[in-house]
């Protein structure tokens, strides 16, 4: 799977997205609809910044249903 930037292209669509535990830390595998697979291992630091920025988001998006439920 080719990087994408945050310009022009469009992304594609998640599929599949597992984690595992790994020698290095943690194996992540990211696949797209299309069948396309990108493995990643990444240290635990490194996943808890990705999941932090995750409950970000989610809280974020929460309030904002919230906000658009009143």
Same mark, same amino acid.
Request: charged content about 30%; glycine content about 10%.
């Given at each position: 799977m080719a990087a994408q930037s945050s310009g022009t292209q469009k992304a594609?669509?998640?599929?599949?997205? +597992? #984690?595992?535990?790994?020698?290095?830390?943690? @194996? /992540? @595998?990211?696949? +797209?609809?299309?069948?396309? #697979? /990108?493995?990643?291992?990444? +240290?635990r630091d490194q996943v808890d910044v990705i999941a932090d920025a995750l409950d970000d988001l989610l809280a974020a998006s929460e309030e904002d249903d919230e906000a658009a439920e009143d």
């Open positions: 594609a669509s998640l599929g599949k997205f +597992t #984690v595992e535990p790994s020698d290095d830390g943690f @194996r /992540m @595998r990211i696949e +797209t609809h299309a069948g396309e #697979v /990108m493995d990643v291992i990444a +240290t």
